[in-house]
């Protein structure tokens, strides 16, 4: 499926807003330096709130959120910053905690719980389905003994964009004790063909809320149209399944036996694949998961 594996700007000027922090540690699981972006809300510092919680939301490929200067070569940050600067200074959400975990020149191998099948099927079997493992006993344990964190689930949200959507799918049917919140940007659900369809069926709990967004025209990126060959289709019927996916996967959610999951499905017609599609999706994706629903954490 679409992958992107490089990291940072040759020349670049930061374009962080706010009180970022970036931290590191050791991860146990992969035997190697994990790197941790955790974004503040304006007023967390101040003595008032000290006894304060917050609502906090993961997401993966931490350096695409924040900065121009990390994210992905040739793509520009999701403005993760400013948008919850914004939302919260205008009173439409609440102030949230938002923690980027950075993820690795082995991304697609460490994020999908699939095989790549359709896009990738000679690649080796990934190892995604330990995430669930790596966030409840690594990056939480982490995040919580430094930052002011609610442990509720239901304040506690899980996200990402392309495969890192996958990933933090993947995460959210498998903890749902841990992620009662779900933000899944373009989803790489080809991936596994389709097995994350199956997976959400006959789901006994979904989430509290989660928003999924896709575009109508998915692949209208470089290496699009020939992945949509390589399915031997055109690059319309690509694009249309693409965005089908998503609906079958809203109203599986949906459908989840013992709650009622809120789903907001957002198709935006002539979107793509890219960080300019999520950014400017981002205000009503944060809005509806942490707005008027959401009270201040215990």
């Not at 304060?52 to 992905?72: E, R, S």
């Not at 080809?190 to 998915?218: C, H, K, M, S, W």
């Amino acid at each position: 499926m679409l992958a992107l594996t490089s990291f940072g700007q040759s020349t670049c000027k930061s374009t962080v807003t706010g009180d970022l922090h970036i931290d590191h540690f050791q991860s146990v699981l992969y035997s190697r330096e994990q790197t941790v972006r955790v974004w503040l809300p304006p007023g967390y510092s101040d003595p008032s709130n000290a006894q304060i919680k917050y609502p906090v939301l993961y997401m993966f490929d931490g350096q695409t959120l924040f900065d121009d200067c990390t994210a992905f070569a040739n793509e520009h940050e999701i403005q993760a910053d400013e948008t919850a600067t914004g939302l919260i200074s205008n009173g439409t959400i609440n102030p949230i905690i938002i923690v980027g975990i950075d993820s690795s020149a082995q991304r697609q191998y460490e994020y999908l719980p699939y095989k790549d099948s359709l896009g990738n099927p000679r690649a080796p079997e990934p190892i995604g389905k330990k995430l669930p493992d790596f966030l409840a006993n690594e990056i939480i344990p982490y995040v919580s003994s430094h930052y002011r964190v609610t442990l509720s689930a239901s304040y506690t949200g899980i996200g990402g964009a392309s495969n890192g959507a996958l990933a933090a799918l993947w995460v959210l049917v498998n903890r749902p004790d841990l992620f009662g919140l779900g933000l899944i940007e373009s989803p790489t659900l080809p991936d596994g063909n389709g097995q994350l369809l199956r997976d959400t069926t006959f789901l006994a709990r979904g989430p509290d809320r989660i928003y999924i967004g896709v575009g109508t025209t998915e692949l209208a990126v470089p290496g699009g149209d020939k992945f949509a060959a390589q399915l031997r289709l055109t690059l319309s019927d690509a694009n249309a399944g693409f965005a089908r996916m998503c609906e079958v996967l809203a109203a599986n959610l949906k459908a989840a036996f013992i709650n009622h999951p809120d789903v907001m499905l957002m198709v935006e017609p002539n979107a793509n694949h890219t960080s300019e599609s999520w950014a400017r999706r981002l205000p009503k994706a944060l809005t509806f998961l942490y707005g008027k629903h959401s009270q201040t954490a215990p």
